[in-house]
């Protein structure tokens, strides 16, 4: 009964993957950001709650006058490793980005244009390159290059404000938590698709708040 069940939420799984890719335009529209954000996750919650359901009922008896087997049991153990991992792996890469931070110089708040919160943190990478990135998940904080630094100052003010928007919307904070659901439901279909999707809906709308 169990592998019937599991079964039953994989295919829910691979419907809601599906369906999300009928149609689906080339750019995606300010409103498909909930769709986009649903068909990245929803996949993972159902296979980890499932997964879990299933552990907790075992695979001793009956269900609903069916038999149950260890063999469901021994494929939701291997589903939660595989979330397990996928959590350790984002930790690892969030804990080497905060190493290679500590790393950079900071940047006082003189040597900001104005408009930028005096709570922020600017890290300074040598670079000619013209790059700013935030990094913060619980904090404010801005990589920014030499070569962005070079740029006008009513420029770099846009730049910061947008990167300030990513953090008024956590952007990273709730970019982590929908890797870590979206890594369990990985092998679906369109995952890539529409995990950039959601990568470009993210930016135009930190653009919309920063020219605000």
């Excluded at 040597?111 to 990478?125: A, C, N, R, W």
């Excluded at 730049?159 to 008024?168: K, S, W």
């Excluded at 990273?172 to 995952?191: E, F, K, Q, T, V």
């Amino acid at each position: 009964m169990h592998l019937i069940l599991l079964a039953g939420v994989v295919g829910m799984a691979l419907l809601i993957r599906w369906g999300s890719l009928v149609q689906r335009p080339a750019f995606p529209k300010a409103q498909d950001w909930q769709g986009t954000i649903v068909a990245l996750t929803l996949p993972g919650v159902l296979l980890l709650s499932s997964a879990v359901a299933i552990l907790i009922m075992g695979h001793h008896g009956r269900m609903w006058g069916l038999p149950v087997n260890g063999v469901a049991c021994l494929l939701a153990k291997l589903s939660l490793v595989w979330a397990v991992c996928q959590g350790v792996r984002l930790g690892w890469e969030q804990w080497k980005l905060e190493r290679w931070l500590q790393t950079l110089p900071l940047l006082a708040p003189w040597d900001l244009p104005e408009g930028v919160p005096p709570e922020t943190i600017v890290y300074y990478l040598d670079l000619p390159q013209i790059m700013a990135g935030q990094t913060g998940l619980f904090q404010s904080r801005i990589v920014v290059s030499e070569g962005l630094l070079s740029l006008p100052t009513d420029q770099i003010q846009a730049v910061l404000a947008h990167e300030q928007a990513h953090f008024q919307y956590r952007d990273n904070l709730w970019g982590m938590a929908i890797g870590w659901l979206r890594g369990i439901g990985a092998w679906l279909p369109g995952d890539d698709r529409l995990w950039q999707d959601l990568l470009l809906l993210r930016e135009c709308r930190a653009d919309a708040q920063s020219a605000q």
